[in-house]
């Protein structure tokens, strides 16, 4: 069971803007841990999309942002493209025993 | 352009010590603001983090493997291992190895192309 929660799946028509959300807890998110991005393409391995929240690695467009409340944290992508159908993934870090790196349980996104 | 590659065996037995390499080209281990590690993903399901090693050797274990779990680095500081003992059909998975930074935690900006290891009975 993962301690950052994402909903299982998404969907968006070409040129719509999507959310994805990442629920987590008083020992990551809520504490103060960073939340990061990555993008998933089938059989490939996993990119970086957004680190430190909201920042975006060189090449990495910019219809991707990222955003963090107090509990939360959430990627949005504009301008959808065919090419942006993929796993999601958020993640954090976590002050209990259990575990330093969380990732969230992924969200696959489908464009209609 | 920094590289990884992951390397093993792609078939480990039950009850018995799975073993990779993450070679590293392109960039050096030995610069301190970077971390190394290990994340594993079975089939149709999640990422777990399994652990990090920092230039110095230092370790980082994810609680929930930490007790079978070794990584390294090479002496020539040109590439990185892992270790899993006894491991069972729950460590089938791909084998990803990355750099990571710390910045109010980890992430993981570069990351190899992952290394399938099925284990069989």
């Known amino acids: 069971q993962s301690m950052l929660t994402q909903p299982p799946s998404v969907s968006g028509a070409p040129g719509q803007r999507v959310t994805i959300s990442c629920t987590g807890s008083i020992s990551n998110i809520a504490a103060g841990f960073d939340v990061h991005w990555y993008q998933q393409r089938p059989g490939t391995a996993p990119k970086l999309l957004i680190y430190g929240n909201n920042r975006r690695p060189s090449g990495v467009p910019d219809r991707f942002s990222g955003s963090k409340s107090a509990t939360s944290a959430s990627l949005a992508i504009t301008g959808l493209l065919a090419e942006d159908e993929a796993d999601y993934y958020c993640q954090s870090y976590d002050s209990n025993l259990t575990a330093s790196v969380v990732f969230g349980g992924g969200t696959k996104l489908t464009v209609l | 352009q920094l590289q990884l590659k992951e390397s093993g065996p792609g078939l480990v037995k039950a009850s018995e010590t799975l073993s990779l390499t993450c070679s590293v080209s392109?960039?050096?281990?030995?610069?301190?603001?970077?971390?190394w590690g290990w994340i594993r993903q079975p089939p149709g399901k999640g990422l777990e983090w399994i652990g990090n090693?920092?230039?110095?050797?230092?370790?980082y274990y994810s609680s929930s493997l930490k007790s079978r779990v070794t990584i390294s680095v090479d002496t020539s500081k040109t590439h990185f291992s892992l270790k899993l003992t006894s491991v069972s059909a729950a460590d089938t998975a791909v084998y990803f190895c990355a750099r990571g930074l710390f910045s109010s935690g980890w992430y993981f900006e570069h990351w190899g192309q992952g290394q399938l290891v099925t284990v069989s009975s």
């Open positions: 090693i920092n230039y110095s050797g230092r370790t």
């Open positions: 392109g960039g050096s281990i030995s610069t301190s603001s970077y971390y």
